[in-house]
């Protein structure tokens, strides 16, 4: 950005969800839609979430207002995961700075795996993305604090600030992937060789798997994106998580990457920034308007969970939430 643009109000355009009465009819339709979908299977490689009920689904739908819309087992905890980035992203944008963070960790696709080592020596050691695994650990090595335990404190006291209530960590979840992310491990010495990494590689791995394992709802999910959909100020609870500037760096580099290589398609199709997670979780937004949250535990082939992109694509059809669509002008008269 042009030093001088900010300099400037920026005018912001944008619209208003359906009646209470509306979008709570249409996130049942949807989740009822969604729940016939059956394809999918749970993530096997992490054993804490193998044993996952794969019938488990939920439905939610914040609005800017602070309604909030639920359906099926839109109430049932589950760990994050992956849809943690967006929001520490968000929280060390604040801290940070726009351009800080994005000459770091980057803000292009790589059009690879979520967790692939090759992206990362095809672009001269940049982890491209905050989305994916390497970005993701730059970026939360770079949450201000006073030492692991302060660093933790402030990831967990941001997101729960996201949530509007304060988020717990699973223990078994985390021990589970702390036992196992030995990819993780590598491509933080791989980003620490490139000098893309300078905090101390298992630290940073132990911190990010943590964030990881907060327990969170499709509700919690909803909220967390609306806050992000009303330029940074929790709906819910009225209090500022983070500034209208960083919401909208956060949602463009979630509509570059945020569902990984199918991104591209995601947003074709359904026109939102989203964030998936391994778990099961989707976080969808619509700035000014809402977030989609949900949960269901049956993935496909990229890691995004099947029951959640058809319940979201069913509501950014029937809310116009499509950030791309338009109607022909009628002038007055």
């Excluded at 109000?9 to 208003?16: D, L, R």
């Excluded at 980035?85 to 059009?111: I, P, S, W």
């Excluded at 999910?221 to 100020?233: E, H, N, P, S, Y």
């Excluded at 580099?253 to 979780?281: C, D, H, T």
Aim: one cysteine or more; aromatic letters at 4%; proline letters at 5%.
């Amino acid at each position: 950005m042009d030093p001088q643009d900010a300099e400037v109000e920026q005018a912001v355009s944008t619209g208003s969800l359906p009646g209470r009465e509306r979008v709570g009819a249409l996130v049942l339709d949807a989740y009822e839609r969604a729940k016939a979908a059956t394809g999918g299977t749970v993530a096997g490689y992490i054993p804490a979430l193998a044993g996952a009920d794969p019938e488990l689904f939920g439905v939610s739908v914040a609005g800017v207002d602070g309604r909030v819309h639920a359906a099926g087992d839109a109430a049932v905890p589950f760990t994050i995961q992956s849809v943690s980035k967006a929001f520490v992203y968000a929280l060390v944008c604040e801290a940070l700075g726009h351009r800080a963070v994005a000459e770091r960790v980057g803000v292009d696709n790589t059009g690879l795996a979520f967790d692939s080592v090759i992206a990362i020596e095809l672009n001269g050691g940049s982890p491209m993305n905050p989305m994916v695994n390497a970005g993701a650990i730059a970026t939360t090595a770079l949450v201000p604090g006073s030492g692991p335990a302060g660093r933790w404190e402030a990831i967990r006291a941001g997101l729960s600030a996201f949530a509007g209530r304060p988020l717990a960590l699973d223990e078994e979840v985390y021990d589970s992937e702390a036992a196992t992310n030995r990819r993780n491990q590598a491509i933080a010495r791989l980003l620490q060789s490139h000098g893309r990494l300078d905090a101390d590689p298992p630290a940073a791995v132990d911190l990010y798997t943590r964030q990881c394992a907060l327990l969170v709802s499709a509700r919690d999910l909803a909220v967390m994106g609306a806050t992000l959909a009303d330029g940074g100020t929790n709906p819910v609870t009225g209090r500022r998580v983070v500034s209208p500037e960083v919401c909208r760096d956060t949602l463009a580099v979630l509509a570059a990457n945020g569902m990984y290589q199918r991104s591209g398609e995601w947003l074709f199709e359904i026109g939102l920034p989203a964030k998936s997670g391994v778990s099961g979780g989707i976080v969808a937004v619509a700035p000014g308007k809402g977030a989609i949250g949900t949960f269901a535990p049956r993935l496909d082939a990229a890691g995004n969970s099947v029951r959640g992109r058809h319940a979201v694509a069913h509501l950014s059809r029937t809310l116009g939430l499509n950030l791309f669509a338009s109607r022909v002008h009628a002038a007055a008269g």
